[in-house]
């Protein structure tokens, strides 16, 4: 069943949040400014099939761990700055088309990365 979020919001910071899970959000565009400063305590991070997914705002969580992002290409191509200013990352797991994959220069923190790709 499709979700009808169409954003998230949230209006102050939710300092014990570790885990967050998005699916099946196909009106959802963007995702919260300063992600860092309201989810300061998020380790892991899945967007799943989110298609209309494409903006990230203000970077992703200082802490976080763990990120999968499965069928949301265009979020994959906002991913290209964010990813190097977190150096707490240590998996990442995309699957989205080849072309969508950003730069590989971020990877030098990551003890896994899965990049099966569609």
Avoid: Q
């Avoid at 169409?6 to 300092?15: G, K, N, P, Q, Y």
């Avoid at 069928?71 to 699957?95: M, P, Y």
Wanted: aromatic share 4%.
């Amino acid at each position: 069943m499709r979700s009808a979020l169409e954003m998230i919001s949230l209006d102050h910071a939710h300092t014990h949040l570790r885990d967050l899970r998005i699916t099946e959000c196909h009106k959802l565009e963007s995702l919260p400014e300063n992600m860092h400063m309201l989810l300061p305590s998020l380790t892991k991070l899945s967007i799943l099939n989110c298609p209309r997914l494409e903006s990230l705002h203000g970077g992703l969580p200082s802490n976080l761990k763990d990120l999968t992002i499965i069928k949301c290409s265009r979020f994959v191509g906002s991913l290209k700055g964010a990813l190097g200013d977190t150096s707490s990352l240590k998996s990442l797991w995309i699957e989205v088309d080849v072309e969508c994959f950003p730069d590989k220069r971020f990877t030098s923190t990551l003890s896994y990365l899965s990049d099966h790709l569609s």
